[in-house]
């Protein structure tokens, strides 16, 4: 009895989990930057409305050698409460560069980014002028488990203790419910 009364509760719910009925996609609002200007100038352009894209560069005056990565997402847990670090990691961004499945939400970045410029594939990074158009928000799919709620992301490069790259990202974090032409 035991067996078919499992049989029948996979049959249920083996369908109801296999179908996704939402996405969840970030909205950036706002991007605030801090460079050292020793090492680098960057921008950030956000188009906001109907188009969810930033576009992004990068003019990296020096090389880095053997950079790290912090990437630290807090999200909004009551309004104008206290936003809890979902995320704060601390990473050897030359490791990450061949192993980017070390990080799952940096891989999630980077894979978009990729699509959209030219990102560094090896360290080290050399000095050029790095773009990246277009970075549609709607292309980064996060984990159906985040909640929907402002957000902020900082991201910190640096060289050794010295710290290069600083930028805080605004946004709200929006569940999008699936079409028939929307990959969720």
């Known amino acids: 009895m035991w067996k078919v009364s499992l049989v029948y509760l996979f049959a249920i719910c083996l369908p109801v989990s296999a179908?996704?009925?939402?996405?969840?996609?970030?909205?950036?609002?706002r991007v605030d930057l801090r460079d050292n200007l020793?090492?680098?100038?960057?921008s950030a352009q956000v188009y906001a409305g109907t188009e969810n894209k930033v576009d992004f560069s990068i003019d990296l005056k020096k090389p880095l050698i053997d950079?790290?990565?912090?990437?630290?997402?807090?999200?909004d847990v009551g309004t104008g409460g206290l936003k809890a670090p979902l995320q704060n990691k601390s990473f050897n961004f030359?490791?990450?560069l061949r192993n980017p499945s070390m990080h799952?939400?940096?891989?999630?970045?980077?894979?978009?980014?990729?699509?959209?410029?030219?990102?560094?594939?090896?360290?080290?990074?050399?000095?050029?002028?790095?773009q990246f158009r277009g970075i549609s928000m709607d292309a980064l799919r996060m984990p159906g488990f985040?909640?929907?709620?402002?957000?902020?992301?900082?991201?910190?490069?640096?060289?050794?203790?010295?710290?290069?790259?600083?930028?805080?990202?605004?946004?709200?974090?929006?569940?999008?419910?699936?079409?028939?032409?929307?990959?969720?």
């Open 38 to 42: 020793q090492y680098l100038n960057s």
């Open 104 to 130: 799952r939400f940096g891989q999630i970045l980077l894979r978009e980014v990729k699509r959209r410029g030219n990102a560094p594939k090896k360290c080290p990074f050399p000095a050029k002028l790095y």
């Open 67 to 75: 950079p790290w990565l912090n990437i630290m997402l807090y999200i």
């Open 94 to 96: 030359c490791k990450f």
């Open 19 to 29: 179908t996704r009925m939402f996405k969840v996609i970030p909205t950036v609002k």
């Open 146 to 184: 985040f909640p929907e709620n402002d957000f902020y992301m900082d991201l910190y490069v640096g060289v050794g203790n010295e710290l290069v790259y600083d930028s805080r990202w605004h946004g709200m974090l929006k569940r999008i419910t699936c079409k028939a032409n929307t990959r969720c």
